[in-house]
């Protein structure tokens, strides 16, 4: 690069020669005095170049490292400094004199004395602003209001997700019922694995959404598309407050869908599977014409097998509604419920250490009737005995008449209800012995 700028400069300075040479056999033929001039002038501007050269060689020396290869890289800048300054005062009016002068800018070698309040380097860089306003590589724009503003659509993107990630991570540590939707769904639109994990992560804490807490949030997040996961986590977290919903208008509004994967919860706290079996009863009264079709697959998640055989074998008989006996006239429901008492006597007469040894079959059987969370509501009379005076005999009445009393309650109530073993072992027991006549 350096031979080449050389060359060029002595290629420039021959044929200065030959116009000075032309130019001064026409002045001697036709003006002496002009001739003078000429020479005045080409020596004023040798004496400037001689001082440039001072100049540089001056600023070297002061500046002369001790290490050879820096020595050589010096030598090396002052050379191409002093090549673009003569080629610079040779085309001073030229287009190439802005990239001489940025050249020297970023060497350091630009007399800034000497130079303009604005650096080439600023102005050129205005210049490429103004092409950017003129919109000559734009691609994108975004409207607010009456104004657009013309950008990239690349950036736009980008910093369309790192702005709503720190807003979801400001918004974070408040997460409460009122921002989760929304927070749902934009980090399942965005998808942001670190997000996403974040998130879910907290709502895996029971403390964030928990029984009442978890059914309000559910009832918000059953028609979003985006929110299917949240809602069937939501729907895990329901136990003790099964009851008071179910005794809420909100219950017969639920989708068979729904239901179905509430019965599949083994933490429904109840008082009995009983109570689990005339839900779905109630659920079916409320529309009947549209629930006759999935009656059969709804019974088909209750636990037969874990009701009293006492209960299975005489519900025909102790229940008098009309719509009661509609639901249980099928023969499949006949079947299950013909199932579920023999199940029930075989979990009744199974001994308490058979469980190892029992095979495939009774490890089966344990599996497809799990027990569930089986709670105590002190003022629910069927958990007497049915020998006791106390015993009340759990009709379809007698359980709507139930859930009315605890609709009567505060909305805590379930909070009063109290672990079934805990409660049967300590303090529950029954009033009277048996008499037999």
């Known amino acids: 690069m350096f031979r080449a700028l050389y060359r060029r400069l002595t290629k420039r300075k021959e044929s ?10 026409d002045v001697l033929a036709n003006d002496k005095p002009k001739q003078e001039e000429i020479q005045i002038q080409v ?13 540089v060689a001056s600023q070297t020396q002061q500046t002369l490292p001790s290490n050879p ?8 800048r002052q050379q191409m400094a002093m090549l673009l300054t003569r080629l610079s005062n040779d085309e001073a009016e030229g287009d190439d004199s802005d990239t001489h002068q940025i050249v020297l800018e970023l060497l350091g070698s630009f007399d800034t004395a000497t130079s303009s309040s604005t650096s080439t380097i600023e102005r050129v860089s205005k210049q490429l602003l103004a092409v950017l306003r003129e919109q000559t590589l734009l691609d994108e724009g975004i409207a607010a209001g009456n104004e657009r503003y013309c950008c990239f659509e690349s950036v736009v993107q980008n910093y369309t997700k790192i702005y709503a990630a720190r807003r979801f991570m400001e918004q974070l540590p408040a997460l409460g019922q009122g921002e989760v939707m929304p927070q749902v769904a934009a980090n399942e639109v965005l998808q942001i694995p670190e ?3 974040q998130l879910w992560a907290s709502l895996d804490k029971m403390e964030f959404f928990n029984e009442d807490s978890a059914f309000k949030a559910y009832l918000e997040a059953r028609h979003h598309p985006q929110a299917q996961i949240l ?14 919903i179910v005794s809420s208008t909100m219950f017969l509004e639920f989708s068979e869908h729904e239901l179905l994967h509430i019965l599949r919860n083994c933490y429904l706290s109840v008082n009995s599977e009983i109570e689990i079996f005339l839900a779905m009863v109630l659920w079916m009264e409320h529309n009947w014409t549209e629930s006759d079709n999935c009656a059969e697959r709804l019974l088909s998640e209750v636990r037969f097998g874990l009701m009293p055989t006492w ?6 008989k102790a229940n008098h509604c009309q719509h009661f006996g509609r639901v249980i006239s099928s023969p499949r429901v006949q079947r299950m419920i013909d199932q579920g008492l023999e199940e029930a006597i075989t979990l009744k007469k199974k001994p308490r250490f058979a469980t190892a040894a029992g095979g495939k079959g009774q ?11 089986w709670i105590v509501d002190i003022e629910c009379r069927h958990h007497h005995k049915c020998h006791c005076r106390y015993f009340v005999y759990p009709t379809y009445d007698v359980f709507k008449s139930n859930l009315a009393r605890i609709i009567c309650r505060s909305p805590s109530y379930w909070q009063t209800f109290r672990p079934a073993q805990e409660v049967y072992r300590s303090e529950f027991r029954c009033c009277s012995s048996p008499h037999f006549h």
């Open 16 to 25: 200065r020669g030959r116009d000075q040479g032309e130019e001064e056999e």
């Open 43 to 55: 020596e004023v501007k040798e004496n400037k170049e001689e001082q440039m050269d001072t100049i």
């Open 69 to 76: 290869e820096q020595l050589k890289v010096l030598a090396t």
């Open 195 to 197: 997000l996403l994990r």
């Open 231 to 244: 809602s069937e986590l939501l729907l895990t977290r329901i136990s003790r407050v099964f009851l008071c």
């Open 311 to 316: 209960y299975l074998t005489t519900m025909a």
């Open 363 to 373: 490890s089966l059987l344990e599996e497809t009737h799990l027990p569930r969370d």
